[in-house]
């Protein structure tokens, strides 16, 4: 077996994490073997005894084969390849595996992440169609979660303009969430690029868009923050985009508008405020 197959599978399997896998990737990169049975597995990656035991059932289920065989249908990245974004390997944890449905050469354009409140205002939704519009000449692509609100009004607003956009998602690329963008969903699949983490049939868990942020952060070259509350997962994929020495951007509203508080923020704190498109596309300018 491939170390590339090794990933997969484990990625696929149940009982083993991040931390895990990357004991198991390190350890078959060092010996210059790579090691397949689950006992092994379980010792080099210090799984718990609960987790060996869910680990070991598992990978000897045939569930498990069943679940293989319908991920050799699904467009695979690893980290072991040699078209895996570089700017990801920069960022907290970098993914091993990627499942990927639509225009894979698009993680190679320069990406712009723009993220914000899901409960976000119309004022929000006015700002992404004014700021995106005159992008579709620049070549950026617009990278979102695809979650309600700001999300979604940026990958419609990307989708109207004729701007390549990218999803990056909580579940599985089988599974539509939010319900209400199964259709987007399936737009973005076909003309642009649907990311997860997951294994088809996982669903939505709060901790898995946590998680996705950081794939955002690390894609993008640049994070603009349309709306944000002063404590929210917008902030987090920016603090995150900081770490990764991305160049933040925040829209500025109303000081009494509570969407707008964390916008009006990170300008205090230093992002640098977007008025008009022009201050995004500078951004992917060369710096003189």
Request: with cysteine; proline share 6%.
């Amino acid at each position: 077996m491939q170390l590339r197959s090794l990933l997969v599978r484990l990625q696929v399997v149940q009982g083993i994490g991040y931390a895990g896998m990357v004991r198991v990737l390190q350890y078959c990169r060092a010996s210059r073997r790579v090691i397949t049975e689950p006992s092994k597995i379980s010792r080099v990656a210090k799984l718990t005894p609960s987790q060996v035991a869910r680990f070991t059932a598992d990978w000897r289920s045939a569930a498990f084969q069943r679940r293989l065989q319908r991920h050799a249908q699904v467009d695979i990245l690893t980290i072991l390849d040699a078209d895996y974004p570089l700017a990801l390997l920069e960022g907290y944890q970098p993914p091993l595996v990627l499942f990927l449905r639509g225009q894979r050469e698009l993680l190679a354009t320069r990406q712009l992440a723009v993220v914000g409140a899901r409960q976000a205002t119309s004022y929000a939704e006015r700002a992404v169609a004014q700021l995106l519009a005159p992008l579709a000449a620049e070549k950026v692509t617009i990278v979102s979660g695809l979650a309600k609100g700001a999300d979604g009004f940026a990958h419609r607003a990307a989708l109207r303009f004729g701007l390549p956009t990218i999803a990056v998602i909580g579940t599985g690329l089988d599974i539509s969430y939010p319900r209400q963008h199964r259709e987007l969903q399936q737009q973005i699949s076909q003309v642009g690029l649907l990311i997860s983490e997951y294994p088809l049939g996982v669903g939505p868990e709060p901790y898995h868009f946590v998680a996705r942020n950081r794939i955002i952060a690390g894609l993008c070259q640049t994070v603009m923050v349309v709306e944000a509350q002063a404590h929210s997962g917008s902030l987090i994929t920016a603090n995150l985009a900081l770490q990764n020495n991305r160049n933040v951007l925040a829209v500025p509203g109303p000081i009494d508008a509570p969407f707008s508080a964390g916008c009006n923020q990170l300008i205090v704190a230093g992002a640098k405020p977007v008025l008009n498109s022009r201050h995004i596309i500078e951004e992917f300018l060369p710096k003189i």
